[in-house]
Nanobody
Framework: QVQLVESGGGLVHPGGSLRLSCAAS????????MGWYRQAPGKERKLVAN???????NYADSVKGRFNISRDNAKNTVYLQMNSLKPEDTANYYC??????????WGQGTQVTVSS
């Protein structure tokens, strides 16, 4: 069973930054994609950003230019650098790793709150 352990969430003022980390229990090379999703109360979980095995990345329109996803294969870790945070970025952020199109794994989630 794959374990994904997220860290780095917290409370930040608007305009601030946070970096989320997701440590996987096996090599990131074994996943076809890894990414971050977020879910606000009463809303569905949505993709924030992902990174494909070849290195290409995808971002939700709402975070383009502010968030950056990266991967450290030596540490089996994926990061999400979040800058210029807005109140609407407040959500529980989940790490996802896909072994294939139909086999995926989730972390437990880390809360990000953007508030003054």
């Amino acid at each position: 069973q794959v374990q994904l352990v997220e860290s780095g969430g917290g409370l930040v003022h608007p305009g601030g930054s946070l970096r989320l980390s997701c440590a996987a229990s096996r090599s990131t090379f074994t996943f076809s994609a890894m990414g971050w999703y977020r879910q606000a109360p009463g809303k569905e979980r949505k993709l924030v950003a992902n990174i494909i095995s070849g290195g290409s990345t995808n971002y939700a329109d709402s975070v383009k230019g502010r968030f950056n996803i990266s991967r450290d294969n030596a540490k089996n870790t994926v990061y999400l650098q979040m800058n210029s945070l807005k109140p609407e970025d407040t959500a529980n952020y989940y790490c996802n790793a896909q072994s294939s199109r139909i086999i995926g794994y989730w972390g437990q989630g880390t809360q990000v709150t953007v508030s003054s």
